[in-house]
């Protein structure tokens, strides 16, 4: 039998195969960086995408917080608003309540008696006066509680005659002013 000698084809066949593994090789590691370029570039995308998201999210936040801080202004403005219509309409209600004021203090002061000085702070109203007794005065304090628009009369000081002078009793009296429209004092 004649001997033939295969070293030579398995050895081309070896090289055969390395060269067709190094190609295998090489062509998987260029896809497998085509495939991590590709996915690079997709995540890469995807961040930029949502950073822009982020972003106009950012702007419509601030214009919202702005509208916001426009909308706490315009109700601090009511607010006051609202205040400044309640003085107004409580001055306008207590309007009257001076002439009120003015005229039973003169339908109260009996005969022998005179004023000489009323101070008004708030409801509260301090009368200085001079009278020819104390009797008089007396009836004076009884009017006061009788008014409907006076009220809570409270004897300060009184004076007599022989001490001011002039003939006549110095008395000072405090009192509330009521409005009988709103049940009462205050």
Same mark, same amino acid.
């Given at each position: 039998?004649?001997?033939? !000698? ?17 190609? #295998? ?22 961040? +930029?995408?949502? !950073? !822009?998201?982020?972003?106009?999210? +950012?702007?419509?936040? #601030?214009?919202?917080?702005? +509208? ?10 009511? #607010? ?12 306008? @209600? ?26 008004? @702070? ?15 005065? @007396? ?7 009788? @008014? ?14 022989? +001490? ?23």
């Amino acid at each position: 039998m004649a001997q033939i !000698n295969l070293l030579p084809w398995r050895e081309n066949l070896r090289k055969q195969r390395q060269r067709e593994f190094g190609v #295998a090789v090489g062509g998987m590691a260029i896809i497998t960086l085509l495939l991590l370029i590709i996915g690079h570039m997709h995540i890469a995308g995807m961040i +930029k995408h949502q !950073n !822009n998201r982020n972003a106009f999210l +950012k702007k419509e936040i #601030a214009a919202v917080e702005s +509208k916001i801080k426009e909308i706490k202004d315009l109700e601090s403005t009511k #607010a006051k608003l609202l205040a400044r219509m309640e003085v107004i309409q409580e001055l306008q @209600s207590s309007r009257p309540e001076v002439v009120h004021l003015f005229d039973e203090l003169v339908k109260t002061v009996p005969e022998g008696a005179l004023l000489t000085k009323v101070e008004q @702070s708030g409801k509260s109203i301090r009368i200085d006066g001079r009278a020819q007794s104390n009797a008089r005065v @007396s009836a004076y304090m009884r009017k006061i509680e009788a @008014s409907e628009w006076l009220g809570k009369p409270q004897l300060l000081v009184i004076e007599t005659k022989d +001490k001011t002078g002039t003939g006549l009793n110095h008395f000072r009296l405090s009192a509330q002013q009521i409005n009988p429209a709103k049940g009462g004092g205050q």
